[in-house]
């Protein structure tokens, strides 16, 4: 059988299915919580999520893939898939662009551009090298555990998956290839800022294609290198869905005290 999201497309059925394990950590199990004490998925729960649904494994780790895929005739091969989930869905809806923030990394980044001769009182002299840099180090992470260099990633069917969201409660998946844009054809720069009348180069390193800011790299405030390709580039996209309510209206009757009770009623009883 041929693998959703790496040799083929999903179901809708495999989507709700996720949908619906995703709505799950709306019990006061995720990550995220609201103004009004609720809980929402977050970064971990997508890459846990994801792998209970589609049968991979969460790496919980600082891997360069969170999750990866097996064939079972294949049990040594496996297929990396980077998880970005970010809150970012009505940026994405206005300006056609997925927002994925590929590390933040910060002390590497630096010390790749150090090897270069960049540091960071020269490194604004030569924008185009700097974005060069950036580029081929998230490439290297990539290359460094594929089949190339004596790796189990097969590299070729390996890709990001980007579950966007925004405030309204709507969430889009988008899958995009690992391959990312050459460095040559794009225009690096540091926007200017200006400050009591006095221009200056700005401190975020911008990498901008035909139509806008394809890259972003916040060098010296916490080292976020992001990544904004078009929705038109994706290999693929969900439709636009939002999480399934919990049913009834008892909010005592989810979260961790409600799980103890249910998972152990005898050892719970004895102790109320």
Request: with cysteine; hydrophobic share 35%.
């Amino acid at each position: 059988m041929k693998m959703a999201f790496v040799d083929r497309n999903p179901t809708q059925a495999e989507i709700e299915r996720l949908r619906l394990v995703l709505s799950t950590y709306q019990d006061g199990s995720g990550q995220l919580v609201t103004k009004e004490g609720k809980t929402l998925p977050g970064w971990r729960d997508f890459e846990r999520a994801f792998a209970a649904t589609f049968g991979g494994k969460a790496q919980e780790s600082k891997f360069i893939f969170d999750v990866l895929l097996t064939e079972a005739e294949r049990p040594d091969t496996h297929y990396g898939i980077s998880c970005k989930m970010r809150r970012t869905l009505s940026d994405t809806f206005r300006t056609g662009r997925v927002t994925l923030e590929l590390s933040n990394s910060s002390g590497q980044f630096w010390r790749a551009l150090e090897q270069r001769g960049l540091n960071q009182q020269n490194y604004k002299d030569t924008p185009n090298l700097a974005g060069e840099v950036l580029i081929d180090i998230v490439r290297e992470w990539h290359e460094a555990v594929g089949f190339e260099r004596g790796g189990s990633i097969d590299l070729s069917k390996s890709l990001y998956l980007a579950l966007s969201w925004n405030k309204s409660g709507q969430y889009q998946l988008f899958k995009f290839t690992l391959a990312l844009p050459d460095a040559d054809a794009l225009q690096w720069d540091f926007p200017s800022t200006e400050n009591n009348g006095e221009t200056r180069a700005g401190r975020r390193l911008r990498g901008k294609d035909d139509l806008g800011t394809l890259f972003e790299w916040y060098g010296e405030s916490g080292g976020q290198l992001k990544y904004y390709p078009l929705v038109s580039n994706a290999l693929w996209a969900s439709d636009v869905f939002g999480l399934e309510p919990l049913p009834g209206e008892n909010v005592e009757q989810y979260g961790i005290l409600a799980k103890a009770r249910t998972y152990f009623p005898r050892q719970w009883k004895s102790v109320s």
